[in-house]
């Protein structure tokens, strides 16, 4: 019996590790701008809702509290344009990669049908695919490039990672059309969607998108980024309530209940606005250094309009690209780890402390 690992592409972050060494060689150390992991404080608000629920020796719900459905509900509406949203339009999740890696497997996804994602993706994705044993495939207009018959699950991931590139409204309205013509599930990561730089996200959620109905829809959300809280777990779906519905009952089976304090902090998180802009001005600031230094020092930006990072080259192989800058203790992660339309490029994130970010800077101008 084969054992499930042998279903898994290899662990890529594995093949950094020697270019990581070399970074972290540097006389003034490593920056690491490799994983886009946050790394200024919780916000205080945030923070002290967690403590006040810390007292809390019950086992919490797999739907949420009541509070926490309302706070979902209302910043649906709010932020992402959606109308006449319901609790039954909203599931708390562990985290999104929890959610990315076993959705095909609780959707009840297996041989012979397909999973979807674009042909530049975060490698979770595929993970999914493989471990409910479904077939992957890959698309640059999932439109003109499908076969509505056995596609049973489409990702969107906009802003993508790693390109930072968005999809606009049309385009969205455009492919929902089709995925509803066809009976395909429909999944939007939309995890950056609020780090929009150039242009702004629209949600699949928004009502010119969806027209006001959410069947056969699904947007994927997460605090991790947006409010610092990536250590919290804390993420949610929002969408259409038959496919909600299902997963709750399979994820109240299956335990997978978001901690009461983090709920707590979730509610905090989404009703202030104020932490929210703070973060965009750091992150702004930084990706601004970084992208005028790297053009500097001859890289070619595309796209990037988003998100937290910024995709860049030099037209060269990617790991001649990671070993250059390795070289200066600066780590980077190489575009092939998101597919072999990557391997000219590597992403750089701009999560590093401002202090990190200026020695990047300044070595780059070396």
Same mark, same amino acid.
């Given at each position: 019996?084969?054992?499930?690992?042998?279903?898994?592409?290899?662990?890529?972050?594995?093949?950094?590790?020697?270019?990581?060494?070399?970074?972290?060689?540097?006389?003034?150390?490593?920056?690491?701008?490799?994983?886009?992991?946050?790394?200024?404080?919780?916000?205080?608000?945030?923070?002290?809702?967690?403590?006040?629920?810390?007292?809390?020796?019950?086992?919490?719900?797999?739907?949420?509290?009541?509070?926490?459905?309302?706070?979902?509900?209302?910043?649906?509406?709010?932020?992402?344009?959606?109308?006449?949203?319901?609790?039954?339009?909203?599931?708390?999740?562990?985290?999104?990669?929890?959610?990315?890696?076993?959705?095909?497997?609780?959707?009840?996804?297996?041989?012979?049908?397909?999973?979807?994602?674009?042909?530049?993706?975060?490698?979770?994705?595929?993970?999914?695919?493989?471990?409910?044993?479904?077939?992957?495939?890959?698309?640059?207009?999932?439109?003109?490039?499908?076969?509505?018959?056995?596609?049973?699950?489409?990702?969107?991931?906009?802003?993508?990672?790693?390109?930072?590139?968005?999809?606009?409204?049309?385009?969205?309205?455009?492919?929902?059309?089709?995925?509803?013509?066809?009976?395909?599930?429909?999944?939007?990561?939309?995890?950056?969607?609020?780090?929009?730089?150039?242009?702004?996200?629209?949600?699949?959620?928004?009502?010119?998108?969806?027209?006001?109905?959410?069947?056969?829809?699904?947007?994927?959300?997460?605090?991790?980024?947006?409010?610092?809280?990536?250590?919290?777990?804390?993420?949610?779906?929002?969408?259409?309530? =038959?496919? %909600? *519905?299902? &997963?709750?009952?399979?994820?109240?089976?299956? @335990?997978?209940?978001? /901690?009461?304090? $983090?709920?707590? +902090?979730?509610?905090?998180?989404?009703?202030?606005?104020?932490?929210?802009?703070?973060?965009?001005?750091?992150?702004?600031?930084?990706?601004?250094?970084?992208?005028?230094?790297?053009?500097?020092?001859?890289?070619?930006?595309?796209?990037?309009?988003?998100?937290?990072?910024?995709?860049?080259?030099?037209?060269?192989?990617?790991?001649?690209?990671?070993?250059?800058? =390795?070289? %200066? *203790?600066? &780590?980077?992660?190489?575009?092939?780890?998101? @597919?072999?339309?990557? /391997?000219?490029? $590597?992403?750089? +994130?701009?999560?590093?402390?401002?202090?990190?970010?200026?020695?990047?800077?300044?070595?780059?101008?070396?």
């Amino acid at each position: 019996m084969s054992s499930v690992t042998d279903r898994l592409p290899a662990f890529p972050w594995d093949k950094l590790e020697p270019y990581k060494k070399t970074a972290a060689a540097h006389p003034d150390g490593i920056v690491d701008l490799s994983v886009g992991t946050p790394v200024d404080p919780v916000p205080d608000l945030i923070q002290k809702a967690l403590v006040a629920a810390a007292d809390s020796p019950g086992y919490p719900t797999v739907w949420g509290t009541e509070a926490l459905r309302d706070a979902l509900v209302r910043w649906v509406e709010r932020r992402l344009g959606a109308r006449g949203v319901r609790h039954a339009n909203v599931l708390p999740v562990v985290g999104s990669k929890e959610l990315v890696a076993w959705l095909p497997t609780q959707l009840g996804l297996g041989p012979g049908d397909q999973v979807a994602f674009p042909r530049l993706a975060y490698p979770t994705y595929e993970v999914g695919a493989r471990l409910a044993r479904a077939e992957h495939v890959v698309y640059d207009d999932p439109v003109a490039d499908l076969d509505p018959a056995r596609v049973k699950l489409l990702w969107l991931n906009s802003p993508s990672n790693p390109t930072g590139e968005v999809i606009g409204k049309d385009e969205l309205t455009r492919i929902v059309a089709w995925a509803r013509e066809h009976s395909v599930l429909l999944v939007a990561d939309e995890c950056y969607l609020e780090l929009g730089w150039e242009t702004d996200p629209v949600s699949v959620l928004h009502e010119d998108v969806c027209g006001g109905t959410y069947e056969g829809v699904i947007a994927v959300h997460s605090l991790s980024k947006r409010s610092n809280l990536a250590g919290y777990r804390a993420a949610f779906v929002a969408g259409d309530a =038959a496919v %909600l *519905g299902d &997963l709750l009952q399979i994820r109240k089976h299956g @335990g997978m209940m978001t /901690a009461a304090p $983090v709920q707590a +902090a979730t509610v905090a998180a989404l009703g202030d606005d104020t932490h929210v802009a703070e973060q965009r001005e750091r992150y702004a600031a930084r990706r601004t250094a970084l992208r005028e230094a790297l053009v500097a020092h001859g890289f070619r930006v595309e796209h990037s309009e988003a998100s937290l990072y910024l995709w860049v080259t030099r037209d060269e192989d990617c790991w001649q690209t990671v070993a250059h800058l =390795a070289s %200066l *203790g600066i &780590l980077v992660a190489p575009g092939d780890f998101y @597919g072999a339309a990557g /391997a000219r490029f $590597v992403r750089v +994130a701009f999560t590093a402390t401002d202090e990190r970010v200026a020695a990047a800077v300044a070595r780059l101008a070396g």
